[in-house]
């Protein structure tokens, strides 16, 4: 299950930041026209057309074709965009009063057009035009293929380029100079959301679902390499001919920033969370910057310096840029952190659950299967832990209909919290228990024929799942006894909903065990046959859990009842699977310290004096046990929590309620601070699956053992 790093990404942003300041202040202009030229006129100008592909790529790379979700997902984008924009809005009110901006005559068309179109400020523009970017390449995705998306997106480009780097080429066409002539009295720009963003985010967009693994690292870096000579020689040709009437726009711009983004996407490398928010910060602070220097340099008589040498004024710039940057993005850590120390639920140990990685991993799977498939979700254990009323509600939202429980209880719990949908009861249900199925309209497993002629005994009417024992060995009639499989459906009080049977080797592509599950498909799919040749009609036929859609997607049956992976996790990290998957875990694990203590060297630590310090060092306790699920045997297998994003070593026996962990080599280290037990926390993760390998079992266990004491929060 590959999955794509996006560091070497994250650092360009920062760096194309640092590029558009550059374009803001001229580093050159006062050594060398020309080099600035070539710098802030060609080179720089990768550094836009670079956020909008990356816009692109992430925004509609979670797009997999749910119509409502998407909309959901636009509205999101568009409102922390929008919010963006407002923010830069005010916080430029002031310099823009100043400069006497409202002195002018206006309207409410000049008013919509510097909101819309040109930004209120003078680097803004490029929100609003990522705002409308994204729609049009969004509406157009809803109505065509990505092939015709591009199509038309460079239609539009053409249009924008011949206001732009071409205009010159323009005004030399009669009825292309009256045009121009007459769209510039209106706007100031062609570059903007409707000619210069689409084609872009549309890249990106296409980049975000196309696989090409076939390319290499070398072959993007090549691609690059000729299309920088290309858009270098473009430039410098049309900048000597006069022609541009901006230059933002250029033909060899588009395969040079499309190759180098591919470029960066194959080398991957660790995400670097506080380069992607300091990139938007630095374009976002940096004119505040610039009129800081200057002010700094005006009150200090350094103007020679800090804004006549243009190398010094932008590097002084680029400076106070990154430190404003720095700081908005450590206040905004923290803002988090105490906000997330207030949410009711986080005193002690909670598991935040993200729905939206639900709702990713669901389109996961059912992109892997045929379309005429349906979804039953296993919600068994709380949902494996993850708690089974809010994820029943947020899967029955988004379309599925059908859930499976283990026990009768749970499916009573599910129907009293108003969940909907038909709820098979996997197992085995006792005779006085069976009015409540009845009562809850919930759905039987008939797990043997002997079964199958109890319920009918109960004398009232029961859906009911005929269970087919296909080599498992566990529940269900074995499917060579064909008389009393076809018994099970001539009870008149059972009506029968469904047929399935499960696949005992599904998780494993060893070939003995493909072997084995095939002949599983075969005696299922045979014993169908003859449900159905008899006259008898077998319901929702279902084979499928996690593994069997994760390796066998082909079959064409009804429903598959997916359990772990729809959470985000296989059973095992070492498991290889067929299907091409991005499953996202649904669950992070946290708790909180409580002490942070010093031991001396030669001090033991908790039950049974099992640590002994070598050295002196720091021991924090943290506020999770063995009675909340967390597997005894991690501290003598190595096993570590995350704080501030370091690893810190579990020491001393797992306590019921508390376990003690070395903090010796991380800084500053407090009572309160959360602790991450599974999940990510900076550029460091802990899975499931890792702590499940050190317990010496499977991340269902690892995350179904979680207790009634870790509060679930919804994300």
Known sequence: MAKISHGEVDRFKLIAAILVIAIHTGPFISYSPSADFILTGIVARLAVPFFFMASGYFFFGRMKGEKAQERAALKRFMLRIGLLYGAGFLMYLPLNVYAGHFNEPWSIASLAKDIVFDGTFYHLWYLPALMT??????????????????????VLYVFALLGDSYYGLAAQIGFLSSFYDHLFEWFDYTRGGIGFAPLYIALGASAANRDEKSRSGNWYAAAFLVSMGLLLAEGIVLHEAGYPRHDSMYIALVPAVYALFRLLLTWGGRERRFMRQASTWVYMLHPLAIVLIRGIAKLTGLEPVLVKDSLVHFLAVTALSMLLSSAVVFLAGIRRTKVANKIPGTDRAWAEINLEHLDHNLRELKNALPPSTQIMAVVKAEAYGHGSIRIAKRLYRAGVRCFAVAEIDEGIKLRRKGVRGEILILGYTPTH?????????????????????????????????????????RLGEPYDDTERVLSMYRHSRLKVTGTFSHLAAADSLEQEDVAFTRMQIERFESIVRQVRAVGFRPGMVHLQSSYGILNYSELNLDVARPGIALYGLLSSECDRIRADVDLRPVLTLKARVTRVNGVRAGESVGYGRSFTAPLDCKVATVSIGYADGIPRELPERGGCVLIHGQRARIVGKMCMDQMMVDVTDINDVRQGDPVTLIGQDGENRITAGEIAEMAGTITNEVVSALGARVSRIFI
């Open 133 to 154: 970017g994204t729609c049009i390449v969004y509406w157009l995705r809803a109505k065509t293929t990505d092939r015709y998306v591009l199509v038309v997106a460079s």
């Open 433 to 473: 228990r069976l009015g409540d199925v009845v009562r809850f309209r919930l759905t039987q497993t008939a797990v043997s024929a002997n079964d199958a002629e109890r319920l009918q005994a109960f004398g009232k009417k029961i859906k009911v799942h005929i269970k087919i024992d296909t080599g498992m060995n």
